[in-house]
């Protein structure tokens, strides 16, 4: 920390706390491969490699989101910003005005796409934004990106927002430094021309200055004592009205990033034509004499109007609404709120925003709300009212992460919509048996994501006695369920069940697996972490039960034997992905057969696994281009 | 050990509860995607400094002194299922578990005592306790009563050390295991070779 006068430093600081996360690879409670392997001070940096001590995200590729099971996103038809796939927030002691951020990556880098800072939850500003780096060498690296210059505010939350999906494999951070200024400069500017710079920061000049990149921490105090000096801020102020510069002072950071979508959306309201003057010059005339207050879309079908404004994000198609008041009609229609993808902006929804929207929403059938409203930004009541009003037609409805969810709000959802036929509500920790109850009434529901939630068996049974349509039932996470018995239960009453994730569930071992093997339809199981015990004959019967069986995840099943592999390539004739993660006594002769029997394999993992080496690793992926082989990796010097 | 470190550096541990801390690591080797095979006995102390009190807890024949002024006044508790054959933690390889000795860390045995300045504390591997008896242990570690210098720490240690391994190699010395031998009906003499650690420790409250 470097004092510079009696009220200034930078500070350097490690994450405190971790508030919230959308996943991780290990289990609640333990020290291994998850979230809260990212507080604190770097412990695995400069090494490189899978290590249990760092926060190890849970998935990799596309080999979560390409599969027949995986949830189709809600349509949204030009996000502001690319989807993520995972995010996690991290919380620091002081509040700063950010200069810098250094992600200490130590396995497969490259996966941060956008970096938002906020003060206790509220606005949220955007950092940086960048493309997945898939081609980054394989080592570990401080990734430093640059941050947006307009962007001072204090903040004491970061959030990180992952893309996973060029990865090769799993990808995993040691740490977060946030580098930043606890006080903005004391001096008021001594010019007339106030809007623009009643906000000038130190943080706003250390950027100018190219500070924030700099490395040491003896540059970053020269230069920010260069700063204070009077003479020198004098200069600066005087260098900006030179150069007119402009400040932003919109609320909402994302309006430059919106310009271009606006030039795109006059665009689209040109009318177009083969005899395009002509047609301009009569309708001219027309205007002329009728004088409407439409402008030219007067003239415009209704329904060409309406196809116009499909095509415009949420954003734009609220911004056309601001500009006349045929368009505010237009833009009002319920037909383009069928469906609506909040999770794309998350970072601006608010209470107003449902209320706002629940004039629209009668037709809506897909809701996707996931991440939104953290930190109080939504609570409860405005979500039931919400529901209470939209949600008649709803089929679709994603919660993932929306903490302000709790058993009121599953009473309404299950009262309310009738139709409703998918359900995710991943991570929403307030809801108890009394709230799980109540989806007993969701009769046509296919599609039902309970993870890392407080489901007990008892509500789950209940749940699975009353939902014959399941086809996608997610648990991953639930360590608090007896998975033999929750396999039993699917066996009788959900046979149309096509995919089961399990992962580091407890207690499924070949008693559960005997259970599945009765459900002929699992295409699609996720076991991993979660067998126990010996298992030759369930898998065998399962692999005899479930003809279609494609993903099969058997990570650290440490009882697989040879045998079972013998029998997966004898009769598991359709899988695409496999693994095997972690296993002592399995050979590369018997991988090397399932190789051979399973043509459509396009995943294996075999990482961890002692007897298969990386020479073995080499020949197979010669052998068989078209199977993505993970494993055989150098012998990883430290194990914990 | 590792993930005992990481589990204490982490702060979530209990300090009067390290039978927990053993629990957890335990546990914890299995969230490891390695499969992790091995067996080990434990021993973890803990002092606790602004109340004065140490806690321990020990799992099979490592195991801790305490010396003041120049005799031993607290000491574990051995934990053997018969003579050789200390209680331990293990991960034995899938399907043997019949055949393999594994203790519960929950079988650990505990012992919490208040402690005072310039007690001197010793924590080590049966290589120690096996090899040197207590009169030798006493007298290397009255040699460093009061000291916090750690130089002179670290050669009293490396001298305890030195010692039991010269002794376990030494066939004709009547070592306290061949006297254990003995009382267990087993004609034996000279010293036992074994693993040998020792941490040792002066306590300032």
């Known amino acids: 920390m470097a004092r510079l006068s009696s009220n200034q430093c930078v500070l350097e600081q490690y994450v405190r706390e971790v508030t919230d996360f959308s996943s991780q690879y290990g289990s609640d409670g333990s020290i ?35 599969c027949d099971s995986s949830p189709q996103p809600v349509q949204d038809p030009r996000p502001l910003l690319s989807p993520s796939m995972d995010f996690i927030d991290l919380k620091y002691e002081h509040s700063v005005y950010p200069i810098r951020v250094d992600l200490y990556e130590t396995y497969h880098p490259g996966a941060v796409v956008r970096m938002w800072g906020s003060l206790e939850g509220k606005n949220w500003s955007l950092l940086w934004r960048g493309e997945p780096q898939t081609e980054v060498k394989g080592e570990s690296r401080i990734f430093s990106p640059p941050i947006h210059q307009s962007h001072h505010k204090l903040i004491n939350i970061l959030r990180i927002e992952f893309n996973q999906g060029g990865h090769s494999y799993y990808s995993a951070l040691d740490a977060v430094l946030l580098v930043g200024s606890t006080h903005t400069s004391s001096k008021p500017p001594t010019t007339t021309s106030s809007s623009s710079f009643h906000d000038l920061s130190i943080t706003a000049s250390v950027m100018r200055l190219g500070l924030h990149s700099a490395k040491s921490e003896e540059d970053i105090v020269a230069g920010v004592q260069f700063l204070l000096d009077e003479e020198n801020l004098l200069k600066l102020i005087i260098v900006e009205e030179d150069d007119d510069y402009e400040e932003e002072e919109e609320e909402e950071e994302e309006e430059e990033l919106v310009r271009e979508e606006k030039e795109e959306d006059s665009r689209h309201s040109k009318i177009g034509g083969a005899t395009e003057e002509e047609g301009i010059k009569e309708i001219k005339a027309i205007l002329e004499e009728e004088g409407t207050s439409g402008g030219y879309f007067d003239l415009l079908p209704e329904e060409l109007i309406v196809h116009i404004l499909r095509q415009l994000d949420l954003r734009c198609v609220c911004r056309l609404a601001q500009t006349c008041h045929l368009l505010h009609k237009y833009a009002s229609d319920p037909v383009l709120y069928i469906n609506l993808n909040l999770k794309n902006w998350w970072w601006v929804v608010s209470n107003g925003t449902l209320e706002w929207l629940s004039g629209r929403c009668s037709l809506l059938q897909s809701l996707d709300l996931s991440w939104c409203g953290p930190y109080g930004a939504l609570d409860t009541e405005t979500f039931m009212e919400f529901i209470h009003t939209c949600g ?177 390539a004898a009769q598991a004739s359709c899988l695409t992905q496999l693994d095997i993660m972690g296993t002592r006594n399995v050979t590369p002769e018997a991988v090397h057969r399932l190789l051979h029997s399973c043509p459509t394999l396009q995943l294996l993992d075999v990482s961890f696994c002692e007897q298969v080496h990386s020479n073995h690793i080499f020949q197979w992926r010669m052998q068989f281009p078209h199977v993505c082989i993970k494993g055989g990796l150098k012998h990883q010097v430290r194990i914990v | 050990m590792r993930v005992s470190e990481r589990i204490v550096k982490g702060g979530c541990y209990s300090p009067s509860q390290p039978a927990a801390i053993i629990a957890r690591a335990y546990y914890e080797l299995l969230e490891n995607k390695t499969h992790i095979l091995g067996s080990s006995t434990a021993c973890v102390v803990v002092l606790q400094g602004d109340m004065g009190h140490l806690y321990s807890a020990n799992i099979g024949d490592s195991g801790f002194v305490v010396v003041r002024n120049g005799s031993v006044v607290h000491r574990s508790q051995e934990q053997q299922h018969y003579f050789n054959t200390p209680f331990q933690l293990s991960l034995p390889p899938p399907g043997t578990n019949a055949q393999v000795l594994s203790d519960r860390p929950e079988s650990a045995e505990t012992l919490d005592f208040p402690v005072k300045e310039g007690d001197l504390l010793m924590v080590a591997t049966d290589g120690v306790f096996d090899n040197l008896p207590d009169a030798t242990i006493v007298r290397e570690m009255n040699k460093v009563q009061g000291s916090t210098d750690l130089l002179l720490l670290q050669q009293a240690a490396n001298s305890i050390a030195q010692q039991a391994r010269r002794l376990a190699f030494d066939e004709d010395y009547m070592s306290p295991f061949a006297r254990n031998a003995r009382e267990n009906g087993i004609n034996a003499i000279g010293g036992k070779p074994d693993d040998i650690t020792v941490v040792l420790a002066t306590i300032t409250v």
């Not at chain 1, 001070?41 to 490699?49: A, I, Q, R, V």
Request: glycine content about 6%.
């Open chain 1, 392 to 568: 008649r037609q709803l089929t679709v409805l994603r919660l993932n992460n929306c903490h302000f969810i709790d058993n009121y709000c599953l009473y309404m959802i299950a009262n309310v919509c009738p139709n409703l036929q998918e359900l995710t509500m991943a991570n929403c920790s307030r809801v108890d048996h009394l709230g799980f109850g109540e989806l007993k009434k969701a009769r046509s529901l296919s599609r039902l994501d309970l993870s890392r939630t407080r489901i007990d068996f008892h509500t789950l049974q209940l749940l699975l006695q009353h939902a014959p349509n399941l086809h996608h039932l997610s648990l991953n996470n639930c360590t608090q369920l007896d998975l033999d018995e929750v396999a039993l239960t699917l066996a009788t009453f959900n046979h149309g069940l096509t995919s089961l994730a399990a992962w580091k569930a407890r207690g499924l071992t070949q008693r559960g697996l005997r259970a599945l093997a009765c459900i002929t339809t699992l295409t699609d199981l996720d076991l991993g972490w979660a067998l126990s015990g010996v298992v030759t004959e369930g898998l065998s019967e399962l692999v005899r039960g479930c003809r279609g069986l494609k993903r099969l995840y058997l990570s650290a099943l440490r009882t697989i034997t040879d045998h079972d592999l013998y029998i997966l």
């Open chain 1, 32 to 66: 291994s491969y998850v979230a809260n392997n990212i507080i604190g001070k770097h412990t695995l940096y400069p090494e490189y490699g899978d290590f249990s001590a760092a926060y190890c995200l849970r998935s990799y590729g596309q080999w979560w989101t390409n």
